[in-house]
């Protein structure tokens, strides 16, 4: 049995939902981003006490088809951008169709319905989140930051994160405050 969880984002997120599930437990089979997976079905009583625990850290279980689609693609990319090193063979809408094994079309047409911004909007402010965040280390030239994100050149690197943040990657990394943004609030 697969359950969906909304907002799981980082490798904490996984363990403290592993960590509520084996609280009740419940042991699961194996835990990934917005997706966990158990040997058998679960009673009414756990599913109750399991959402109460959950919701109190920030995380729901989703029930609703298009949303856990909207979840996992919302997952997919955060895997991606955050968790991979960004190695693109194909374009995100082949990888998208490819492991949710739906049609990019209804991918977008899902994502922008109940989002109100498109699949490629929300892959740009995760890039530049994750932009930010190299920025902070101050261990990678912009260059090379570009080239790890998969960005033609430091120029449309530059020009994405101006559009996106109101300054330039350069002005980003003058400002004390290096102000990111959670990855579950973009």
């Not at 403290?16 to 084996?22: H, I, N, P």
């Not at 979840?71 to 949710?100: A, F, G, P, W």
Request: with cysteine; net charge neutral.
């Amino acid at each position: 049995m697969e359950v969906y969880i909304k907002n799981m984002v980082c490798d904490r997120c996984i363990m403290a939902v592993k960590s509520e599930f084996e609280k009740i437990g419940i042991h699961p089979i194996a835990i990934e981003l917005g997706k966990v997976e158990l040997a058998e079905d679960w009673n009414e009583n756990d599913k109750v006490l399991l959402e109460k625990e959950l919701n109190q850290l920030g995380f729901e279980i989703i029930i609703d088809k298009a949303r856990i689609i909207i979840e996992t693609v919302k997952s997919q990319i955060i895997t991606l951008v955050h968790h991979r090193d960004l190695d693109l063979k194909i374009n995100l809408s082949s990888y998208l169709s490819q492991k949710l094994s739906l049609d990019y079309n209804t991918l977008s047409s899902l994502f922008s319905e109940a989002e109100k911004e498109t699949i490629e909007h929300f892959f740009i402010k995760q890039k530049i989140e994750k932009v930010k965040e190299l920025l902070s280390y101050k261990e990678l030239s912009l260059s090379e930051i570009a080239y790890k994100m998969n960005y033609s050149d430091v120029a449309h690197l530059s020009n994405q994160f101006k559009k996106t943040t109101g300054m330039t990657p350069t002005k980003f990394k003058l400002i004390n405050k290096n102000k990111r943004t959670q990855i579950d609030h973009l």
